[in-house]
């Protein structure tokens, strides 16, 4: 198991690619601090982790609060005696985000707060148990929003999600001298509870489907698969890098109009 003796903490672990995260990192060995606003949600993650044999606990609270989050970490730290990994995950798409006009200002503010900010301050709180262990990594969640623009207008989670990758190349500048790792991946569409309830109306399944080179989502355990794999010793030489995870949808120049959704 290559995650065998790792604490490993994990963001939005109540749904989406943070739980198949969670579930595929304690598969793999590791003690997993499941961090999420809903409690329900992340005990529910806990305990299909302690069915299949591996160990959790669950952590609650609003990560965009600076002593929130400092409480989510020690109360984790404290339950496996360190960390040594933290997955950045939680994050939102807040309706009405659109073009810098069209975006009320508040919508800009949650998302900024949601998908940058509590990236920023899980990093500020987590960074002093990620160096105790020796051997400590960041992952963060950055989308491919990150790195291209997108044909459906979201400009306050694009400009968050660019944020979290320039942090995640400072930060691995910064310590990469201290044996801590910061890394991010850049996932596309992906099946999860959120992108599968706005692609519930059948049109705009289609509409997007035509944009997708396979023909399909990722599936959250795909992006856990690799979430482990950054996580593990053998990616010890990897820092500072974006992994693009999208079934060549940032690949594709131009759309063929005669393929039949």
């Known amino acids: 198991m290559r995650l065998k003796g790792k604490r490993v903490f994990v963001t939005g672990a109540g749904s989406g690619i943070g739980r198949a995260a969670a579930e595929k ?25 302690r ?10 609270g609003n990560l965009t609060h600076k002593d929130a989050c400092e409480a989510m970490f020690a109360e984790g730290a404290e339950a496996f005696g360190g960390i040594d990994a933290l997955f950045n995950n939680a ?3 807040a309706p009405g985000d659109d073009g810098p006009v069209e975006t009320p200002l508040a919508v800009w503010d949650a998302t900024i707060a949601a998908n940058l900010t509590s990236v920023f301050l899980c990093c500020k709180a987590g960074i002093p148990y990620l160096l105790k262990s020796g051997s400590g990594v960041i992952i963060n969640n950055a989308s491919i929003v990150a790195l291209v623009g997108s044909a459906f207008p979201q400009i306050a989670y694009t400009a968050a999600k ?16 201290k044996k801590l790792r910061a890394v991010a991946i850049c996932p596309g ?3 999860t509870p959120l992108v599968q309830a706005f692609l ?7 509409l997007r489907r035509r944009y997708l080179p396979m023909g399909r989502l990722a599936q959250p355990a795909e992006i856990a698969n690799l979430v482990a794999f950054l996580a593990s010793d053998e990616a010890s030489f990897i820092t500072g890098s974006a992994y693009t995870i999208d079934g060549g949808l940032t690949s ?3 759309i063929d109009d005669s393929i039949q959704p």
Not at 51 to 60: L, M, R, S
Not at 162 to 177: H, N
Not at 200 to 206: C, H, R, S, T, V
């Open 162 to 177: 660019g944020g979290v990758l320039a942090m995640t190349r400072e930060i691995a500048i910064m310590y990469a001298r």
């Open 189 to 191: 569409p992906t099946a």
């Open 200 to 206: 519930a109306d059948e049109e705009a399944w289609k």
């Open 51 to 60: 069915e299949a044999g591996g160990q959790a606990v669950a952590v609650i």
């Open 252 to 254: 594709a120049y131009v």
């Open 91 to 93: 994050g939102i798409c």
């Open 25 to 49: 990192c304690a598969a793999e060995g590791a003690a997993v601090i499941c961090a999420d606003l809903h409690a329900v949600s992340a005990e529910a993650t806990v305990a299909a982790i």
